[in-house]
C-alpha cells in the first residue's frame, strides 16, 4: 500500500504534458521537415525578403543614372494672337513689311515641345560610387534575410523539441491515471474484504489524489495544447490542424566533437552579421567617395531642342529675326558643374567619414560578440553533453536497483521502503532523463545556430544523420 500511494504522488508531481485528443486534421512533422517548412512561410522572411528586393530596385536605378541622367520632355500649349496681312506680304518675308500685325481678336493655338537631355562624362567617382554603395545595400538586405532565418530556425527547433518532450513526459501521465484508478480499485476490494493492511484513510487519501490528478489533467492539457498552438503558429498552419512529432523518442543530436576555435572560426566566416558590417563599410566607403566628389567639377555633355507652332504664324528666316510662336531650335555642348558651397560639401564629408568609422566600430564589436556568443553555446553544450551522460548513468543504476529490490520484495526477503525508494528514483531519472536530452538537444541547435551553419545543415539535411 506505501508503495502504491508513493507512487501516485510522485507521478502527480513531476509529469508534465497530456496529448489531448483531436478531431481535426493532423499535421505530421519532424525536426528537418518544421524548420523547413516554417522558413518557407514565414511573414518575417517574407518582410526581409521585400527589403531585399527594394535594396535591388535602388541598385537597379544607381545603374541606370549612369546614362542620361536628364532625359526629359516638356509640352506647352496657349493661345496667342494670329497675324493680319493687308498687303499679302509673302509669308517668308513677313517682316519686312511695316504694315503686318498681331491681331489679338483671332486667337490662335501655340504648341511648343523640348527636350532636354544631360549625359554625365566624367564624375569624379559620383556615379560609380552610387552604384557600388547601392550593391553594397543589396548585400546588406541579404544578409538581412539570412539572419532572421536564423532566428527562424532556432526558435522552430525550440518550439519542436519543446513539443516532443512534452510527448514524451505524457506517457507518464497516462500511467498516472491508470495507477490511481487501479488504486482506488484495490484499496476499495481490500476495504470489503476486510484486510487490516488498509483503512478508510488509505481510501481518503487516494480520493484527494485522484481530484489533485483530475486538477494536473485540465492544467496539462491546457499547458499541451499551447504548446500545439506555438508550433502550429510558427508553421502557419490553418486553425483546424493539430500538429504532432512523427518522431516516436526524444533522441539526442548527433554532432562532431571540435574545438572552440574551429566553432568560433566557422561563426566568423557564416553569420550574416559579418556579411552586414562588411557590407555596411563597404557601402559607407563607397558613399564617402561619393560626398569627397563635389569637391571638384563635374564634366558633362548635353542638349536641348525644342520646336514652336502656331496655325497662321510662319516662321522667318535669318539670323537677326524670327517669330517667337513658330520655328524650331537645337542646343548641344559640353560642360561643367561645379558646387560651390564647400563648407556643407566639407560637413557632408565629415559625416561620411563619421558613418563610415561608426560602421567600422560595429564590425569590432559584432565580431567580439559572436565569439563570446559562440564561446557560451559551446560550454552549454559541453555542461548539457556531461548532464546527460551522468543522468543517463543514473538511470542505469536505479534500474539495477529497482530490479534488485523487485526480486527481494517477491522473495519477501526485502523491504517495502526501500522498494518504493526504488520505484521513485527510477521514475524520477526517467522524467529528468528527457529533460537533460531536451537540454542537449537545444544546446547543439544554439551552437550551430551561433556559428551560423544550423539553416545549412537543414537545408543540405546533415544536421540529423
Not at 537597379?60 to 549612369?66: C, E, H, N, T, V
Request: aromatic share 8%; hydrophobic share 40%.
Amino acid at each position: 500500500m506505501l508503495r502504491l500511494c508513493s507512487i501516485i504522488c510522485l507521478l502527480l508531481v513531476w509529469t508534465g504534458y497530456q496529448p489531448a485528443l483531436s478531431q481535426r486534421d493532423s499535421v505530421a512533422v519532424d525536426l528537418v521537415k518544421a524548420i523547413r517548412t516554417a522558413i518557407e512561410v514565414s511573414p518575417e522572411i517574407g518582410a526581409g525578403t521585400a527589403k531585399y528586393d527594394y535594396a535591388s530596385a535602388r541598385l537597379g536605378l544607381a545603374r541606370s543614372s549612369r546614362y542620361l541622367t536628364e532625359f526629359n520632355l516638356t509640352t506647352a500649349h496657349a493661345p496667342v494672337p494670329g497675324l493680319t496681312n493687308p498687303n499679302n506680304t509673302p509669308s517668308g518675308q513677313l517682316f519686312l513689311d511695316p504694315d503686318v500685325r498681331s491681331e489679338y481678336d483671332k486667337l490662335r493655338i501655340f504648341n511648343r515641345v523640348d527636350v532636354e537631355l544631360l549625359q554625365p562624362l566624367y564624375t569624379w567617382g559620383e556615379l560609380s560610387g552610387s552604384i557600388a554603395a547601392a550593391r553594397s545595400g543589396v548585400r546588406l538586405e541579404q544578409a538581412g534575410v539570412d539572419a532572421i532565418t536564423r532566428e527562424v530556425a532556432l526558435r522552430t527547433g525550440e518550439l519542436y523539441f519543446n513539443f516532443l518532450l512534452a510527448s514524451e513526459l505524457s506517457r507518464i501521465v497516462v500511467e498516472a491515471g491508470s495507477i490511481v484508478e487501479q488504486a482506488k480499485t484495490e484499496i476499495s476490494t481490500m476495504i470489503d474484504e476486510g484486510n487490516p493492511d488498509v483503512d478508510d484513510a488509505d481510501l481518503f487519501q487516494v480520493l484527494i489524489t485522484e481530484q489533485e490528478y483530475k486538477r494536473r489533467v485540465i492544467e496539462v492539457d491546457e499547458k499541451l495544447q499551447t504548446a500545439q498552438a506555438a508550433l502550429s503558429r510558427q508553421l502557419m498552419l490553418d486553425d483546424r490542424a493539430v500538429v504532432y512529432s512523427e518522431d516516436s523518442l526524444l533522441e539526442p543530436l548527433l554532432t562532431e566533437r571540435d574545438s572552440l576555435n574551429f566553432f568560433q572560426e566557422l561563426a566568423l566566416r557564416n553569420r550574416p552579421e559579418i556579411r552586414q558590417v562588411e557590407a555596411g563599410i563597404n557601402a559607407r566607403t563607397a558613399l564617402l567617395g561619393v560626398a569627397r566628389s563635389d569637391l571638384y567639377p563635374k564634366l558633362f555633355i548635353g542638349a536641348r531642342f525644342n520646336v514652336r507652332s502656331t496655325a497662321g504664324r510662319f516662321r522667318q528666316d535669318g539670323p537677326f529675326h524670327g517669330d517667337p510662336f513658330t520655328g524650331q531650335s537645337i542646343e548641344a555642348g559640353i560642360g561643367l558643374r561645379q558646387k560651390l558651397n564647400f563648407g556643407q560639401t566639407s560637413a557632408k564629408i565629415r559625416q561620411a567619414q563619421s558613418e563610415l568609422n561608426e560602421v567600422d566600430f560595429q564590425r569590432i564589436a559584432a565580431q567580439q560578440l559572436i565569439l563570446f556568443e559562440v564561446e557560451n553555446a559551446y560550454r552549454n553544450l559541453i555542461i548539457a553533453e556531461s548532464a546527460l551522460e551522468s543522468q543517463n548513468e543514473a538511470l542505469r543504476i536505479s534500474r539495477e536497483w529497482l530490479q534488485l529490490e523487485s526480486i527481494n520484495f517477491d522473495l519477501d526477503l526485502g523491504d517495502t521502503e526501500n522498494l518504493v525508494k526504488a520505484v521513485r528514483a527510477n521514475l524520477e531519472l526517467q522524467a529528468e532523463a528527457q529533460q537533460s536530452i531536451h537540454a542537449y538537444n537545444i544546446a547543439v541547435l544554439r551552437l550551430y545556430d551561433a556559428c551560423g551553419i544550423l539553416v545549412s545543415r537543414i537545408r543540405n539535411g546533415t544536421l540529423v544523420e
